[in-house]
């Protein structure tokens, strides 16, 4: 059974910086394309970014881009989301993913003063 259990997130003020980590469990970890999505509160989930299995490609979605690195260390069955310059509009519920549909429980993210 795949489980992916998220960690890092808290409350930073406008402008600071949080790392998330996503460690995955019970799978083969390389085999996974992984992606990290937010929902706010009365909104819909949304993409924030993935990674290819081997770390060689990346994509963000346009709100973060600049200020979010996602990468991964397949050794650790571990990928990460280097959150910088955060903003209020960052908060939200953040999830991993895998490209074959397996989800972590999320960890909440708060930007505010």
């Known amino acids: 059974q795949v489980q992916l259990v998220e960690s890092g997130g808290g409350l930073a003020p406008p402008g600071g910086s949080l790392r998330l980590s996503c460690v995955v469990s019970?799978?083969?970890?390389?085999?996974?394309?992984m992606g990290w999505y937010r929902q706010a509160p009365g909104k819909e989930r949304e993409f924030v970014a993935g990674?290819?299995?081997?770390?060689?490609?990346?994509y963000y979605a346009d709100s973060v881009k600049g200020r979010f690195t996602i990468s991964r260390d397949n050794a650790k069955n571990t990928v990460y989301l280097q959150m910088n310059t955060l903003k209020p509009e960052d908060t939200a519920v953040y999830y991993c993913?895998?490209?074959?549909?397996?989800w972590g429980q999320g960890t909440q993210v708060t930007v505010s003063s």
């Open positions: 990674i290819n299995w081997s770390g060689g490609s990346t």
């Open positions: 019970g799978s083969i970890f390389s085999a996974y394309n």
């Open positions: 993913n895998t490209n074959r549909g397996h």
